[in-house]
């Protein structure tokens, strides 16, 4: 899968109701047109915090994948929620409160359980990542 940087206005004309999550999300979204040979399936929004992304990514009419990945050592995948309304996932998201506040959720999917192999040995990510380096 590869994914490219385009403008929130290209992000918008594929997918209207990504307007909701720029007004619900304080800006700084970043937008990836995701595609596998040259054929485009979504788009991906995210925005880097100093302690936690956040990625709305939208395969399409109806299936939204929004969630919270904590950036610390101890981190891995805090929040996320699958369903059809863009709008909600992305207020839900955007209401949480930040890594280490009061009410913030717990990791729920450490990074190590998502870099390891089921015999335990370490696995090495492969390529960009959304949001941020690897």
């Not at 490219?4 to 999300?25: C, K, M, N, Q, Y």
Request: aromatic share 6%.
């Amino acid at each position: 899968m590869a994914y490219v940087l385009i403008t929130e206005a290209s992000a918008v004309s594929r997918f209207p109701e990504l307007r909701d999550l720029l007004a619900a999300g304080e800006g700084r979204w970043r937008f990836h047109l995701l595609s596998e040979n040259d054929d485009s399936f979504g788009v991906a929004a995210s925005r880097r915090h100093t302690t936690h992304t956040d990625g709305v990514f939208v395969l399409g009419r109806g299936q939204v994948l929004g969630m919270r990945v904590v950036l610390d050592a101890g981190g891995g995948i805090g929040w996320m929620k699958h369903g059809a309304d863009i709008v909600g996932i992305a207020r839900e998201l955007v209401k949480l409160s930040a890594p280490g506040e009061p009410w913030a959720p717990d990791v729920l999917l450490p990074v190590d359980a998502l870099l390891t192999d089921p015999s335990g040995n370490r696995i090495r990510p492969v390529g960009p990542v959304l949001g941020g380096a690897v």
